[in-house]
């Protein structure tokens, strides 16, 4: 096996561009520790795709890594899919992210594969609808979420619109692991290849999303009364600076307030440390201008918006963020309740929700006689859950606690377009009651209890990094706490243990306590962290996430 030197030297020596070779040479004699950790391994291609920190290296997002990576999709296409194949691609605002795309789109089309491309930046959700919209084989979306700039990515979707599952996304791997050099790529055309079309998507299937999306919404009664509902948005420089606007117009909401400095999409997120709007500092500026504009909420996308945080003014007329298990279940109580008044509900509907999402989702579902189902972290289960039921039941809504939320089934990802449309109806309606969203969640807490939840991380970066957050989950499976808040542990499922909990293997534990509370550990999959979610039900649950939190996280 080749060290991490020899590796390198392969970079500098082989079939590169020079000023890649430059930038290793460079890396090499300036930062030893950077240096190893972009040679000392490959990036790894995981059943959702790549994501990583862009640079040189085999450890790095560059062109190498992304055309290696369409290579095997491209190979598993023509080795699995009859017939015609073509691939839809997006990328979001984020640096590279048009040059990635233009790679991956000449790469299958090198291949003899036909390409739909996005003209501009476009949301990862619209990209799971054009896939469906053209009878695509898989789609590919350039974009790291709502990671930091230094981040990004390439997301693997199926025919379904969802991102690839078992056992598609297994083989998949296979075929990228296989291509273990850049010269195994086709980055050129040959001389015998035929060349798949290249076809560009724009206006057109933004007006069919955004249809759709309109389709879904429950109280257009309420809007019409509402229409001067104030609501800033903020996109956090990124893809939803255009339709999630446009969607809350065609609503009938006037008063939609931009922040300016904002709406720039730019890769260095100059306004935020982290365009994520789970961070409360992400918001900062949207609150300030819903201050000084009376507006009565702030909503605030990622930049591939596909998530999307709200902040609501509470009793006292101030400014409070929710978290997402709190707009997953307000929305998903407020279309149940709908789709009941409506007469809706019948037994072939249901929810789906995250293991790591609040049970208050689960109980709204009992209390309205519908059915729900408990995924693996990630909406791509939610979307694998729809698929299955296609033919036999219909999906309402799923959320996860980090911010995603969906309903329909057009699009098959979460979806900020529509969570943020429901939102501003959701708002509509309880204004019809008299209610607040603030109000409105303090009315779903009187009926069905307090439930407080929270989320905790530790980052640990580098290969020194990886290995440490190995050993926490190791050290957890070997030795499991005995009590939690001073609660003894009754139950510990791993989900290393398919047999024992229902669901796909995956790297997690979840402890519970006698009173109920939960503790769920896992490494994230796209992030050099290790993520504690907290769970506690009752009149002293921020007490007992508060001793949760102090357990765990002192304890590492």
Not at 5 to 29: H, K, M, Y
Request: hydrophobic letters at 35%; charged letters at 25%.
């Amino acid at each position: 096996m080749k060290t991490y030197q020899e590796v390198a030297e392969s970079w500098i020596n082989g079939n590169f561009d020079p000023e890649t070779r430059t930038q290793v040479l460079t890396l090499r004699n300036s930062d030893p520790v950077a240096f190893e950790d972009a040679f000392y391994r490959n990036l790894e291609f995981g059943t959702g795709g790549l994501r990583g920190i862009m640079g040189v290296g085999t450890n790095r997002m560059n062109k190498y890594t992304v055309g290696m990576a369409t290579q095997g999709l491209a190979n598993y296409i023509l080795d699995h899919v009859k017939g015609d194949k073509s691939v839809c691609i997006s990328y979001d605002s984020r640096n590279n992210s048009k040059l990635f795309a233009k790679i991956a789109a000449t790469v299958l089309s090198n291949n003899g594969i036909d390409v739909f491309i996005f003209d501009n930046i476009r949301p990862t959700p619209e990209l799971s609808y054009s896939i469906r919209a053209k009878g695509a084989t898989a789609g590919i979306m350039i974009t790291a979420s709502h990671n930091p700039k230094e981040y990004t990515g390439y997301k693997v979707f199926w025919s379904d619109g969802g991102q690839i599952t078992a056992p598609v996304d297994k083989d998949i791997v296979d075929e990228v692991n296989k291509i273990s050099d850049p010269s195994q790529v086709r980055f050129e055309l040959g001389p015998t290849d035929k060349c798949g079309e290249i076809e560009t998507m724009g206006a057109e299937m933004d007006e069919a999303y955004m249809h759709d999306i309109l389709s879904l919404m429950l109280s257009p009664e309420s809007c019409a009364r509402h229409k001067d509902l104030k609501i800033v948005y903020t996109p956090l420089h990124g893809c939803g600076v255009r339709l999630v606007p446009e969607c809350l117009r065609r609503l009938g909401f006037k008063n939609i307030i931009h922040v300016p400095e904002q709406d720039i999409s730019d890769g260095d997120f100059p306004t935020v440390a982290s365009p994520n709007p789970e961070e409360p500092a992400a918001m900062k500026m949207a609150i300030e201008k819903a201050d000084k504009t009376g507006a009565d909420i702030v909503m605030a996308t990622d930049p591939d918006a596909d998530r999307m945080g709200i902040a609501v003014r509470d009793n006292k007329g101030r400014m409070v963020q929710f978290n997402g298990n709190q707009t997953a279940a307000m929305l998903t109580y407020y279309i149940l309740t709908r789709w009941k008044e409506l007469g809706k509900l019948d037994d072939t509907k249901y929810c789906v929700k995250t293991i790591v999402t609040t049970e208050l989702i689960a109980d709204i579902c009992k209390s309205f006689g519908v059915k729900y189902y408990d995924v693996l972290t990630g909406f791509k289960y939610i979307a694998e859950v729809v698929k299955r039921n296609e033919n036999t039941g219909e999906f309402i809504c799923g959320g996860e606690e980090s911010y995603g939320f969906n309903a329909g089934q057009f699009v098959r990802d979460k979806c900020a377009q529509v969570a943020s449309a429901l939102v501003a109806e959701c708002a509509a309606w309880a204004a019809d009651q008299g209610l607040t969203l603030y109000g409105l969640m303090q009315k779903i807490y009187k009926e069905y209890g307090l439930y407080v939840e929270k989320m905790v991380y530790i980052v640990r970066k580098g290969k020194s990094g990886a290995e440490e957050i190995q050993k926490i989950m190791t050290d957890y499976r070997a030795t499991p706490p005995t009590e939690m808040a001073g609660s003894p542990v009754v139950k510990v499922m791993d989900y290393l243990k398919p047999e024992e909990t229902g669901l796909p293997k995956s790297n997690v534990l979840r402890f519970f306590n006698a009173d109920g509370d939960v503790v769920t550990v896992r490494p994230s999959g796209t992030e050099p962290k290790i993520k504690f979610y907290f769970g506690a039900k009752g009149d002293t649950a921020d007490d007992k996430i508060a001793a949760l939190t102090a357990q765990f996280i002192s304890a590492d």
